[in-house]
């Protein structure tokens, strides 16, 4: 059975926005955190940004202040709201569950910024 499944990427001009959607199955807290990744063609996955039960999100340098992780009032989306969005920013966008012992990661969905 799926467990997260990332919607909303598509192709977008620079300087524009994208909100994506990653819905889980039940809610976000069975996991013990919750993450952005991406992943450019030819590079590492990159952490963007991780959200907690409680406490601060925390986002990477390479988007703190574009980019803004927010929750459903049913906690079953996370969702990553993308602005100013720049050619570098092209990648697969991808959502992660941690758990004490395992991860769940979703499909992942294409983000292209180009003119």
């Known amino acids: 059975q799926v467990q997260l499944a990332e919607s909303g990427g598509g192709l977008v001009q620079p300087g524009g926005s994208l909100r994506l959607s990653c819905t889980i199955h039940?809610?976000?807290?069975?996991?013990?955190?919750m993450a952005w990744y991406r992943q450019a063609p030819g590079k590492q996955r990159e952490l963007l940004a991780t959200?907690?039960?409680?406490?601060?999100?925390s986002y990477a340098d390479a988007v703190k202040g574009r980019f803004t992780v927010s929750r459903d009032n049913g906690m079953n989306t996370l969702y990553l709201q993308m602005n100013n969005l720049k050619p570098e920013d092209t990648a697969v966008y991808y959502c992660k569950g941690r758990r004490d012992d395992s991860e769940d990661w979703g499909q992942g969905t294409q983000v292209t910024v180009s003119s």
């Open positions: 039940g809610s976000i807290w069975r996991y013990n955190a």
């Open positions: 959200v907690y039960p409680t406490g601060p999100t």
